[in-house]
């Protein structure tokens, strides 16, 4: 055969392929993500360039300008209409830029920047061989009591890198809930794990209860991975597609075009429950509902403070989110499948958590179970599947990320010789002491509690009122039982601080620096704001709360 016929034959062969189309990507819309991303690069950065001496200051700049100008992007594409009249399907179809996405994303946003406030305290612990310290290890690297360990501590070592992995983390709890398809669920579920357990082992005191938090939170943070990713797999079979839209479309059966050599598995009924079984699964466990909830008290209890606040607010958000999305948008044909499951899992989440936090004598504990009780509230708004149900649970994770915050925020303040006095016993006559700490904290109390007056009661009337119209009664009341019961843990607490005659080697309230006070500051104007005038954030989180398909 000549060259001639070869060359040919390579020509003719190649040219019905068509060009691959260039992707097209909105960059002003993810704006918020990029931000975000791009400033946690310049983090690792810094962190490789800068001297020791000057990265602390670098990082929390860095971060604080990042996660503001973040927030102003979300704004702005708020108040252009992409949350309501402009809202549409982005990046080829990876990400949803619409209400939910952009009220959950200015809720995360605002949570990551109380958490970097509360991150960059350093007035609380005395300062070590002349250097001020804050919550994180000295060398993350070095074993817990060993001469390495001391030897950072001794040459005023801190561990700035949290600033670049709360950053990481932000970026992933932005595109979560967002996401319009299974695969950038996957990948954003990883980016806001991977660093939250490394934050979890970062603590300056309990070193090795804080690496065991960490550990637990992995393993277990990898099971439900294991879930998800499988789940994925499954649902990938019986739609033939990991998109949101056409997977609706094969379980409402609205379907066309359909492969052949997909035809015998799709519609499969099997592989969409147990895939979307295992996909809710993996979502639950990030919220903390039970039976998934085994790793939250160890983790809340074991991780530095700040990054528990952070946590605890930033992930029920940006999780909730996700489930809303999934629920609402890719299985609403499978509502009488889901929501029997939905409503056992409430009840149990509710009534769980309530009365285990009875039991508990460590503050960060109780506040971990009420955590998950909160999540069965939360779940109450998820099951109403109606419009009011969507807004209701935005609002309620708006108010219950900065209670979260502010209270672990002032759990930090309260210290005595080991580091922070998280035992309840140590907080008898703390209203004697320092009435105004005592004073802040018994209104994040009652704010958890659900009292009038506070944005905790604004948001659990949302959430039962939808729940109601929904027609889940029965769910309402037992969510005011379990309401009545936590009442109790709460203003247990309360008495012992204003009633109970102070130790005299009781703990010190340490003087914050403006960082601090500013995180509890927000923490109480916004608890307050949302109580007493709530109308104007439940109409914003009305107008947000339609899904795009």
């Not at 200015?106 to 061989?129: K, M, N, Q, S, Y």
């Not at 008898?428 to 009038?452: D, M, Q, Y």
């Not at 607490?493 to 340490?510: D, N, Q």
Request: charged share 10%; proline share 5%; with cysteine.
């Amino acid at each position: 055969m000549s060259a001639t016929a070869v060359h040919s034959l390579w020509t003719t062969a190649a040219d019905p392929i068509a060009k691959i189309q260039a992707p097209k990507i909105e960059y002003g819309q993810l704006s918020p993500t990029l931000i975000v991303i791009g400033a946690a690069l310049v983090g690792v950065l810094i962190e490789a360039f800068l001297p020791r001496k000057s990265r602390y200051y670098a990082q929390v700049f860095v971060s604080v300008v990042a996660l503001a100008a973040a927030f102003a992007a979300v704004v702005a594409l708020a108040a252009d209409g992409y949350g309501t009249t402009k809202a549409h399907i982005a990046a080829m179809g990876a990400l949803a830029v619409d209400g939910p996405s952009l009220f959950l994303q200015g809720t995360i946003l605002l949570a990551g920047l109380l958490g970097v406030f509360t991150f960059a305290e350093r007035r609380l612990d005395p300062e070590a061989h002349g250097n001020r310290v804050d919550s994180f290890a000295a060398q993350a690297a070095s074993v817990p009591g060993s001469e390495s360990e001391k030897a950072a501590v001794k040459a005023g070592f801190t561990t700035t890198e949290a600033f670049p992995l709360l950053l990481f983390a932000v970026g992933g709890m932005l595109v979560f809930p967002s996401a319009n398809d299974l695969l950038t669920l996957f990948v954003a579920l990883e980016v806001f794990s991977l660093p939250l357990y490394l934050l979890c082992a970062l603590a300056r005191r309990k070193r090795l209860m804080s690496q065991e938090a960490a550990v637990k939170y992995f393993l277990l943070g990898a099971f439900a991975s294991a879930f998800t990713l499988f789940g994925i797999a499954l649902l990938y079979g019986y739609a033939g597609s990991v998109s949101y839209a056409r997977i609706s479309q094969v379980v409402d059966g609205t379907v066309t075009n359909v492969d052949p050599a997909l035809a015998n598995t799709m519609g499969n009924d099997a592989l969409l429950l147990v895939g979307a079984a295992m996909i809710v699964m993996g979502l639950l466990f990030k919220v903390a509902a039970v039976p998934f909830h085994m790793w939250t008290p160890d983790v809340y209890q074991g991780a530095p403070t700040p990054v528990t606040g952070f946590m605890a607010a930033a992930t029920k958000v940006a999780a909730f989110g996700a489930l809303l999305r999934l629920l609402y948008v890719v299985l609403p044909g499978m509502r009488w499948d889901w929501r029997p499951v939905m409503w056992a899992i409430a009840i149990v989440t509710m009534l769980g958590g309530a009365i285990v936090a009875i039991t508990q004598t460590d503050i960060k504990r109780m506040l971990a179970y009420s955590s998950i009780a909160h999540a069965g509230f939360i779940l109450a708004g998820v099951i109403a599947t109606t419009r009011s149900g969507v807004s209701s649970v935005l609002f309620y994770l708006a108010a219950y990320s900065f209670v979260t915050i502010g209270a672990f925020a002032v759990v930090t303040l309260v210290r005595d010789a080991g580091g922070e006095a998280t035992h309840l016993s140590k907080w008898a006559g703390l209203g004697r002491r320092s009435p105004l700490v005592a004073a802040v904290f018994a209104v994040f109390l009652l704010a958890f509690a659900g009292i009038p007056l506070t944005s905790g009661f604004a948001g659990k009337f949302a959430v039962f009122k939808a729940a109601a119209e929904g027609g889940a009664i029965p769910l309402v009341v037992i969510g005011v039982i379990s309401s009545a019961v936590a009442a109790f843990f709460y203003i247990r607490v309360i008495v012992l601080m204003f009633f109970s005659e102070p130790r005299p080697e009781g703990p010190t309230v340490a003087v914050p620096s403006p960082l601090t006070t500013t995180a509890i500051g927000l923490g109480v104007a916004v608890t307050v704001a949302l109580g007493v005038a709530p109308q104007y954030f439940l109409d914003l989180a009305s107008q947000a709360g339609v899904f795009v398909r």
